[in-house]
């Protein structure tokens, strides 16, 4: 596999991709709930990853596409090429600020991230990652990320992980809040996955995301650094959803040996 | 008084300010910390306010200022006209991010709030509103601002009120937060205000702010037909620091009739 050209072809796709996003502003958007009523997915969301999905199974026909909306494969193992696709991450800013979400794709081979993107659409901001080649902003390298206390660290979490939940203790999590520099919640994790990823963010940490949402992130990060599992501090499951957290490794332990305790 | 003058003077000013904060970027910054290790300022800050200061002092010498960083007037009323500065709103996101932070102006006069400015520097978004004159982002006419059931709300609200706090009982605001269609926070009350006044948020709330931090994007916001106040209802006092909300009329009533619940 030449991973140059995959690269140059996978860029290809995005930028298109992007421009039939900023195009869509012009018109009016079509809205339905998914899952639950805040699980919103949009005309826009699906043409998108059907247009993903016509362009590689021409073009890579053994390729296997996990896409959110469901209009690929039925993957049941990370065996060969799997492109891990969210053609909108952060729908609901999508449709309410029209700003602030993302292409997201990792393309991994038996389950290894080697190419990463995440396309910041409305900002025109391409991140993207070549296992072992590092990350880069547009075309600009990312600067390996330094290590940083908690008490300076800035932590996306959002405030319902600090209400009671099912996933954990959130008394810990309150103590989290209270010993950080201070925290933020983008809305998209894919969004989020860069700001770590260029120090904007020193951890971004959720309860329950999909493979689509940080497959590509995964890679970013990892280059310039960070270590991505789930909150138990395993390997990131990428068949189903799972909790997330994301961080350069002092910090990642501190805050997963102090102030995360799961129920179960 | 030539508003219309005085407007076009203010954005200039703003608008070479923004200049200075860009060029900033290039050189190192030096970062203090204020009344706790949390509350930063750094040289920019303060080289800005005294850029304000000087300007004005020199065109509008009657001309009284509040500023952040204390270079200003000692302002004991409102009487008159006073400029509320926050040379950058969002000190941190300042430094972890260089980006997410804002110039923050209001003008008053006998404390009723006539300009108003939010300047986006990083995207060069200039929001601004004359009273009754309508808001504008870059020159652009924002519309006026729907009514929206909080359960299709999107509300800019910081992890740290949802945990215990002095301000007001917590288990309310958890209310809040699982009531809504999401929470976001991003990290200055001047962004979140433009953001409730292009509907992107459709609430903002905070526990504790300074006159800066809200008077220009009071002013833009009310043009857009939503409604500021401390968490008591009562009108914003504007000579020290209160609790704020910023919604829609309805929205507004729905979150202080029945998820506020203030300590005294």
Chains 1, 2 share one sequence.
Request: proline share 3%; aromatic share 10%.
């Amino acid at each position: 596999m030449d991973w140059g050209l995959l690269d140059r072809y996978a860029k290809s796709l995005i930028k298109e991709a992007g421009h039939k996003i900023r195009v869509s502003f012009f018109s009016e958007i079509e809205i339905d709930s998914k899952a639950s009523a805040n699980d919103l997915v949009t005309n826009i969301d699906r043409q998108v990853e059907q247009f993903f999905i016509r362009k590689i199974k021409n073009d890579y026909p053994d390729h296997k596409i996990l896409g959110e909306e469901g209009f690929g494969d039925v993957v049941r193992t990370l065996d060969g090429v799997v492109w891990l696709l969210d053609p909108i991450d952060g729908t609901m800013n999508f449709i309410h600020q029209k700003r602030n979400f993302a292409i997201s794709l990792g393309i991994y081979v038996d389950g290894i991230g080697v190419l990463g993107y995440i396309y910041d659409v409305v900002n025109d901001e391409l991140y993207h990652a070549i296992k072992d080649g590092g990350a880069y902003l547009n075309d600009e390298r990312l600067p390996y990320l330094s290590s940083i206390p908690l008490s300076e660290a800035i932590i996306g979490l959002n405030a319902s992980w600090v209400a009671p939940n099912q996933y954990m203790d959130h008394k810990k999590t309150i103590e989290l809040v209270q010993s950080c520099r201070g925290t933020r919640s983008y809305g998209s994790a894919a969004i989020e996955l860069a700001y770590v990823s260029t120090g904007r963010l020193n951890s971004y940490i959720s309860m329950r995301l999909s493979p689509w949402d940080i497959a590509g992130g995964m890679v970013i990060a990892s280059e310039v650094g960070a270590v991505a599992t789930n909150l138990k501090g395993e390997k990131q499951q990428l068949l189903g959803q799972d909790t997330f957290i994301v961080a350069v490794p002092s910090l990642h332990k501190d805050i997963l040996d102090n102030y995360i305790s799961l129920k179960e």
